[in-house]
């Protein structure tokens, strides 16, 4: 019998299948036509979220709102200031924005740089997301994020449906405890993609 001690490659082997299992995504619920999950990454105890729909209208559609940091009024309630700092339409974008967070706790401010791509052969547009450390001062009283990340995947079905996936991870920083962020977070997939929803789908009320 081979022990752990004499195949390294074999305890590596084990040890990179617990972490592969650890990070699976975990159902949590569904509402709205909207599936959501959410998994623990690894050196943090914030989890990351993840939603999954479909979309019936079509990928001209939703570009409108997303990948366009031109139309921002549909966002989050919360956030209280938004800054385009560049844009290429379609490709490349860097803003600025702030959450507006209820007392005692603070504000948090976030500055962004978003990546577009499209593969033609498979119809799918990929909108990236990640922190762009610098471009604006912090400011007192304002709780930067720095670790973020989020990601939009959407492929068309045909000329008038899209499956969308939308994952995401932010550690808010500051005081907040993981446990209470933990028990939001799976309404910020439910939040952004039910605004998409209420504006590119028939019926649905704004």
Known sequence: MIS??????LLLFLVSSLNLKAQQWVFIKEKEGIKIYTRTPENSTFKCFKGETVFHASME?????????????????????LR??????????KYYLVYDLPWPLNDRDLCVEAFITYDTLKREKVVSSKPLPGAVP?????????????????????????????EGFVDPGGSIPSWLYNMVITETPLNVMGGIKARVEPGQSK
């Open 61 to 81: 559609k939703l570009s409108l709102y997303i990948g366009n940091v031109k139309n921002f009024n549909w966002w989050d309630k919360n956030v209280k200031d």
């Open 138 to 166: 912090e400011q007192k009283g304002i709780v930067r994020i720095k670790n973020y990340w989020q990601k939009w995947t959407l492929t068309a079905i045909d000329d008038n449906n899209v499956h969308a996936v939308l």
């Open 84 to 93: 385009v700092i560049e844009a290429e339409p379609g490709k490349h974008a």
């Open 4 to 9: 752990l001690r004499q195949s390294p490659l």
